[in-house]
């Protein structure tokens, strides 16, 4: 079983449309988590941190659920430029550090 | 814009050439880091160094080598490569080698081997 499992997707939606990501880890050691948004051919870009009260950026909303090991990234009024692969990450630090990126999950609006 | 650069954008070379990929990080940053991502795949972590030492090698094959003379730069030698290491070569750094902290990326090197 991988360490961080990500829906494998891809999710076609309409723009407007509200849409859900989310991401089990397996390691209970985790300690922060982050969202990061890869468009096609170019290099991953932070979108935001996921703070264990919730965090919001605008449109973005990030939840963290320690207890169930789960990660999950709300976009609402999806627009078209949304379109992109969405990559869960993990960090910790016990037994040295380790990072510890999804495999993603595509994302695709249309008009 | 990202504060890491990397050099070359693309690459082709054959299994016999030996060539060194460059990333550079304008950030302040203490810790750098190599990714392999291949077609498909999600990203491998390949060397991290903080502070100039190398602190992990996620089992990358020798003809994989990393150099960091400082902080600030790292490299990639590369040599008698496969054509199954073809793959987005993606740099990245990060202020020390800490969970706490998120990781920023260069543009990445495409690497094609023929």
């Known amino acids: 079983r991988k360490e961080v499992e990500q829906d494998p997707g891809p999710f076609n939606v309409p723009e407007g449309a509200t849409v859900a990501f989310n991401c089990t880890y397996s390691?209970?050691?985790?300690?922060?988590f982050f969202w990061y948004r890869q468009d096609c051919r170019k290099e991953p870009k932070l979108l935001m941190s996921?703070?264990?009260s919730g965090n919001e950026d605008g449109r973005f909303t990030a939840q963290l659920n320690r207890a169930s090991q789960y990660i999950s990234l709300l976009i609402r009024d999806s627009k078209l430029s949304d379109s992109a692969t969405y990559l869960c990450v993990v960090n910790r630090n016990t037994g040295g550090f380790k990072t510890i990126f999804g495999a993603g999950t595509r994302l695709f609006v249309k008009a | 814009e990202t504060g890491v650069t990397q050099t070359p954008r693309h690459l082709v070379m054959g299994m016999t050439n030996k060539k060194s990929l460059k990333c550079e990080q304008h950030l302040g940053h203490n810790a750098m880091y190599w990714y392999k991502q291949s077609a498909k795949k999600p990203l491998e972590l390949m060397f991290v160094?903080?502070?100039?030492?190398?602190?992990e090698n996620n089992s990358v094959p020798s003809r994989f080598s990393p150099e960091c003379p400082n902080s600030s730069h790292l490299f990639l030698h590369l040599h008698t490569l496969q054509p199954e290491d073809s793959a987005l070569y993606l740099c990245?750094?990060?202020?020390?080698?800490?969970?706490?902290?998120?990781?920023?990326f260069g543009p990445g090197t495409r690497l094609t081997v023929t």
């Open positions: 996921v703070y264990s």
């Open positions: 990245a750094s990060s202020p020390i080698t800490s969970a706490t902290y998120e990781q920023y």
């Open positions: 160094y903080n502070f100039k030492e190398q602190t």
């Open positions: 390691n209970s050691a985790s300690q922060s």
